[in-house]
């Protein structure tokens, strides 16, 4: 089977490829992106409820900037709910790896929390495995071959670090089945432990504590309904924010974006092609 390849006019600048089947790796899924018209990229990195990885494929480097100013270039990887960050480039084609936080440190072979919530080089954390990597994709002739390629990679490194505790497995599985609406105590109490003990081995292995982490969940399915049309108040309501300001003052800090500009962000709706099966459908 061959990788599927989408275009859409609304965002004509980039075709977006997905793998034929699922990864082999259990909490891992791609997608392929190319930039295929004139002028720079300059994109927001929309936080996301796993990690992220970009590997650079060929063209013009990346450089992304956090909050503060810092740049880098190159392949990154990007932590859970990272800020306000931004990529720019031109000609870009890259590999975008979501990796579940339940597998991030086995992948990566650090802690997600090791990440606070930042975007660092992936040759810091990965070396000559990421330079490598991003030759060999540089140089294939398909998306096909790309993923194989990354996934031979994301193989070979799987097992590096420790798996989650099942106790942090369960409650991060019910805040994402949830969509962060789900209490911190009813988590512990499903977990058999205090409140303060979950909240430590629950950050130490997710890279953030619960509550933000079910507000991460919350706020990717509102980003979502509002790309879809949805308004600011009935997408506060159906998403369980207090109101329209509370939905505003989430998405403002995770993004640094308001609600409206958010839901007109180019980014969302390549998101939607590329990462469309392994969402819960948005429309219920």
């Not at 936080?47 to 450089?63: D, K, M, R, Y």
């Not at 870009?92 to 802690?111: I, K, R």
Request: glycine share 10%; proline share 7%; hydrophobic share 40%.
């Amino acid at each position: 089977m061959r990788s599927t390849v989408y275009e859409r006019e609304a965002v004509a600048r980039w075709h977006v490829a997905r793998p034929p089947r699922p990864s082999r790796t259990a909490g891992v899924s791609l997608a392929g992106f190319g930039d295929r018209s004139p002028g720079p990229v300059d994109l927001p990195v929309i936080p996301h409820p796993a990690v992220t990885l970009i590997v650079e494929c060929g063209g013009g480097p990346l450089v992304v900037s956090d909050a503060t100013g810092r740049q880098q270039r190159g392949s990154f990887v990007a932590g859970l709910a990272p800020g306000a960050v931004r990529m720019r480039g031109e000609d870009v084609t890259c590999v975008e790896v979501h990796l579940s936080p339940l597998v991030a440190y086995a992948v990566l072979g650090v802690c997600p929390a090791e990440l606070d919530r930042s975007v660092l080089a992936l040759e810091d954390l990965w070396g000559r495995d990421a330079e490598r990597l991003r030759e060999q994709l540089d140089a294939a002739a398909s998306w096909d071959d790309r993923f194989s390629l990354t996934e031979a990679l994301l193989a070979r490194r799987s097992g590096t670090g420790p798996p989650a505790d099942p106790e942090v497995a369960r409650a991060w599985d019910r805040i994402s089945v949830s969509r962060g609406r789900v209490r911190v105590a009813d988590l512990a109490a499903e977990a058999g432990w205090s409140r303060r003990r979950l909240w430590s081995r629950f950050r130490s292995q997710i890279g953030l504590p619960p509550k933000h982490a079910a507000m991460l969940v919350r706020f990717r399915h509102a980003a979502h309904r509002l790309a879809a049309g949805g308004s600011a108040a009935r997408v506060a309501a159906e998403c369980g924010y207090a109101d329209q300001s509370h939905l505003h003052r989430e998405i403002t800090a995770f993004t640094g974006m308001t609600p409206t500009a958010l839901a007109g962000d180019p980014g969302l709706a390549v998101d939607d092609i590329a990462w469309a099966q392994h969402r819960v459908d948005e429309t219920g």
